[in-house]
């Protein structure tokens, strides 16, 4: 048996084992290398030679670039002003992200935009009490649909460009696939609108997250703080001027207790001496803050705990677990433990303790407020437990936090080496990765985390999959039976054709292998029945962009499946219907551009 029928056999059974669903679909990917590898079709260099691919090293590099911009709360910052303006309404916050992810799509790829904006779709679909399901898939069609508005928006174009002047018909320019991706962006989207909630799922991650950006309003509602807490600005002629924090004697104000102290930015203060405009955050007895506020010249606003998240310090919730060393131990409102972490108040059985002194027991709850650092410290400490993690709390209660300038700068950087071509897309997405590492935006173990393995394998080992087909003669095969089926003078048959073809393989390689694979057939059918090739390979653009139906078809899809809690069969009830449009408009639009 020759390599190009064993290589479609491998396709074959690759295609029949995702479907099943039994195995993880990375497993079925390394098990088609292997087979490559076992037949004799590639030899061993060949069947790894994926993992060190461009498109690998570039999608791996793009997890590390999405961390740093959702870990410095840019992600957050995007959320709220998207709540902000299109309000908590399911249709106009779809159409929000989904055409924000269409444009992201444009500038720094597919992949890119879906790993920046997942956090943020994920967060703002459990705020809006909507299962995650009902937007994610919206949300990679749309910026599958964004790749087309621009050159660079996909290397599928670029591939088709190049392919279009290696024919001698010229290159395509810049931004000459708008005029088909504008309108499968409107359609894609409003396709979503309105048919989503009856195609889509409504299922929920097994473990779905908690919406951490409403962490602040919970710990108020929860430990019901009666004392409040209150904003003392110094002025300048306070008797704390010059002071540090552990200088300031309490004693005539029984149950004030100082959380902590910022300057006039809001940053957190320790040993340093209180400067006038410096502000004092504390708690207790509003009579006696009253007092401390005449008493030493202070100006006075509530405030609620939501002002205790700030970019340098927070407020954790943490349990008393069994055999704890802290079993025993007497705490109050207001203690310091250590050097910068405050308990601002505790809890037994579910009701607050209020100011008393309170001896631990095993379950027993704290709030604790400190440092972001010091806090995330706590994680490793084995005599208590904090319910939800302080780095995530971080990331999506605080806007805009440290960095986060860094992180945006870094990443406008990407898009713009990736818009001008002065670089290959890999070492543009290795170059900004490297930059978030450097600048401590992203921390090396946090870069190795960000990172999807799973579907780096899925990937790299796919890689060499597409290239058998297209080395053993396995696509010559498939062009000739669809220069037999179509025959001349029939080009919107041969685009339906080559759509059917494109489509189909896209769903199970990825759309770059699959445009490599398909472009030359593209060109060969086409010389071979009198059509121009300009309107066929646009149309090859198109359906390189079409992987809609499964989720290894891309990495986007396959980002999306554990956070929504997709199956395999999920996708192509929606991905029909908006291929169906796409297939639609390229057929309408294409010849009109690009004559025949």
């Given at each position: 048996m020759d390599d190009g029928t064993l290589s479609l056999i491998i396709l074959g059974a690759a295609v029949v084992l995702f479907v099943w669903n039994r195995l993880p679909v990375d497993v079925v990917a390394v098990l088609v290398a292997?087979?490559?590898?076992?037949?004799?079709?590639?030899?061993?260099?060949?069947?790894?030679?994926?993992?060190?691919?461009?498109?690998?090293?570039?999608?791996?590099?793009?997890?590390?670039?999405?961390?740093?911009?959702?870990?410095?709360?840019?992600t957050a910052w995007a959320g709220q002003t998207i709540v902000r303006y299109a309000g908590t309404t399911r249709t106009r916050l779809l159409i929000a992200v989904t055409a924000l992810c269409a444009v992201l799509s444009a500038l720094i790829t597919l992949?890119?935009?879906?790993?920046?904006?997942?956090?943020?779709?994920?967060?703002?679909?459990?705020?809006?009490?909507?299962?995650?399901?009902?937007?994610?898939?919206?949300?990679?069609?749309?910026g599958s649909a964004g790749s087309l508005l621009m050159l660079t928006g996909t290397p599928v174009n670029i591939i088709v460009s190049e392919a279009a002047r290696d024919a001698g018909a010229g290159q395509f320019q810049f931004f000459s696939f708008a005029v088909v991706g504008v309108p499968l962006v409107i359609g894609t989207i409003a396709i979503s609108v309105l048919l989503g909630p009856k195609l889509l799922p409504s299922s929920r991650p097994t473990h779905q997250e908690a919406d951490l950006a409403v962490h602040a309003r919970t710990l108020d509602v929860h430990y019901a703080l009666r004392d409040g807490f209150y904003r003392l600005?110094?002025?300048?002629?306070?008797?704390?001027?010059?002071?540090?924090?552990?200088?300031?004697?309490?004693?005539?104000?029984p149950g004030v207790a100082i959380v902590g102290v910022q300057d006039g930015q809001g940053h957190n203060r320790t040993d340093a001496a209180i400067d006038a405009g410096d502000v004092l955050v504390v708690t207790g007895p509003s009579e006696k803050v009253s007092d401390l506020v005449v008493d030493n010249l202070l100006?006075?606003?509530m405030t609620p705990v939501d002002d205790l998240l700030t970019r340098d310090s927070g407020v954790v919730e943490a349990v008393i677990p069994p055999r704890s060393a802290l079993v025993g131990e007497?705490?109050?409102?207001?203690?310091?433990?250590?050097?910068?972490?405050?308990?601002?108040?505790?809890?037994?059985?579910?009701?607050?303790?209020?100011?008393?002194?309170?001896?631990l027991a095993e379950g027993d709850a704290l709030l604790v407020h400190g440092p972001w650092e010091t806090l995330e410290e706590l994680n490793r400490d084995r005599d208590i437990l904090l319910v939800d993690s302080p780095e995530l709390v971080r990331r999506q209660a605080v806007p805009w936090g440290p960095k986060a300038s860094v992180a945006v700068a870094i990443l406008a950087a990407m898009v713009?080496?990736?818009?001008?071509?002065?670089?290959?897309?890999?070492m543009a997405g290795l170059l900004a990765a490297t930059a978030m590492v450097l600048t401590r935006v992203v921390g090396p173990s946090q870069a190795y985390r960000a990172i999807s393995w799973q579907i780096v394998i899925l990937i790299g080992s796919l890689i060499p999959l597409s290239g058998?087909?297209?080395?053993?003669?396995?696509?010559?095969?498939?062009?000739?039976?669809?220069?037999?089926?179509?025959?001349?003078?029939?080009?919107?048959?041969?685009?339906?054709?080559?759509?059917?073809?494109?489509?189909?393989?896209?769903?199970?390689?990825?759309?770059?292998?699959?445009?490599?694979?398909?472009?030359?057939?593209?060109v060969a059918a086409a010389e071979g029945t009198g059509t121009n090739v300009k309107p066929v390979l646009m149309l090859i653009a198109v359906a390189g962009a079409a992987s809609l139906l499964t989720p290894i078809s891309t990495p986007?899809?396959?980002?999306?499946?554990?956070?929504?809690?997709?199956?395999?069969?999920?996708?192509?009830?929606?991905?029909?219907?908006?291929?169906?449009?796409?297939?639609?408009?390229?057929?309408?639009?294409?010849?009109?551009?690009?004559?025949?």
């Open positions: 292997l087979s490559l590898w076992a037949t004799g079709v590639l030899g061993f260099t060949d069947v790894i030679a994926g993992f060190g691919d461009p498109v690998v090293i570039f999608i791996a590099t793009l997890f590390v670039v999405s961390e740093g911009v959702d870990s410095t709360g840019v992949n890119g935009s879906v790993a920046a904006l997942l956090p943020l779709v994920v967060m703002l679909a459990i705020r809006i009490g909507q299962p995650p399901s009902q937007m994610l898939m919206p949300l990679t069609f749309a600005q110094v002025r300048d002629l306070s008797p704390f001027l010059g002071q540090s924090v552990h200088e300031i004697d309490l004693t005539p104000y100006a006075v606003s007497t705490v109050f409102p207001g203690m310091h433990r250590g050097h910068d972490l405050v308990i601002i108040a505790v809890q037994r059985m579910g009701k607050d303790r209020g100011n008393r002194h309170t001896q713009v080496l990736l818009a001008t071509g002065a670089v290959p897309p890999a058998a087909i297209q080395s053993s003669g396995g696509a010559d095969r498939i062009a000739d039976l669809i220069i037999d089926a179509v025959g001349p003078g029939r080009p919107y048959l041969l685009l339906l054709a080559l759509f059917l073809v494109t489509a189909a393989l896209g769903q199970m390689v990825s759309n770059t292998a699959t445009v490599l694979i398909v472009a030359p057939i593209a986007a899809n396959m980002m999306i499946m554990s956070p929504a809690g997709y199956r395999f069969g999920d996708y192509w009830k929606l991905g029909l219907v908006v291929m169906a449009w796409w297939l639609l408009t390229a057929i309408i639009i294409v010849p009109l551009v690009w004559s025949f």
